[in-house]
């Protein structure tokens, strides 16, 4: 399966606390993206970073990526109940035209 | 004012019918994609199309036939329906293989 691992799984915080998730991946990419996804909604687009980045940053958010490694992180900082969400990787897979996602992180942000 | 639009939201029906779920996008992209998300919530490619016309094709089952009338449309059609469908299907559009806007997500339940 081409499909790519998050961990963790899940994942529970204090409001204001930082929340890491990583993600790994299998073949070689053109850029990675990582998607939120709130409960019963659609999957709304982060950020983007190209394989020739190894970070970025946008907002709160900072997304790290370790091709050596096939590997990626993303960074909330100072995060807030409105972030409690499942969070997704995905890369191009090295091809155009599809998204190969992980299988997501669920983040709940404590009150 | 929706960028990506998915009808219907819900959708129940019995095993062996055949039913369509329409997409549509108002963002001038040449791109559309089907997705679908399984109750573990991993989510896969089905099929992208390129200015109407099939790029990948994700050993779908036969039974699900894409149809793209016009560049900003992607209507899905599956025929005998089987209780292996049931899931939460997205549609998404991007300009070329650019960012991915997704749909709010078709929620089909096969009896």
């Known amino acids: 399966s081409q499909q790519g691992e998050e961990d963790p799984q899940a994942l529970s915080i204090q409001e204001g606390e930082n929340a890491t998730m990583n993600c790994s991946y299998k073949t070689s990419i053109n850029n990675l993206q990582w998607y939120r996804q709130n409960s019963g909604r659609g999957l709304v687009h982060l950020i983007l970073?190209?394989?020739?980045?190894r970070e970025k940053h946008s907002g709160r958010l900072r997304v790290t990526l370790d091709t050596s490694k096939k590997s990626s992180s993303l960074l909330i900082t100072a995060s807030r109940a409105a972030d409690t969400a499942s969070y997704f990787c995905a890369t191009d897979g090295g091809s155009s035209y599809k998204l190969i996602f992980g299988s997501g992180t669920r983040l709940l942000v404590r009150p | 004012d929706t960028a990506v639009s998915q009808t219907p939201k819900y959708l129940v029906t019995q095993m062996g019918n055949d039913k369509s779920i329409k997409c549509e996008q108002n963002l001038g992209h040449d791109t559309m994609y089907w997705y679908k998300q399984d109750s573990k919530k991993f989510l896969k490619i089905m099929f992208s199309y390129n200015n109407k016309e099939l790029i990948i094709n994700e050993t779908v089952p036969n039974r699900f036939s894409p149809k793209s009338p016009d560049k900003a449309h992607l209507n899905l059609h599956i025929n005998s329906l089987e209780l292996g469908d049931s899931a939460v299907y997205f549609c998404?559009?991007?300009?070329?293989?650019?960012?991915?806007?997704f749909g709010p997500g078709t929620r089909l339940l096969v009896l």
């Open positions: 998404a559009s991007s300009h070329r293989t650019g960012t991915q806007y």
């Open positions: 970073i190209r394989s020739n980045e």
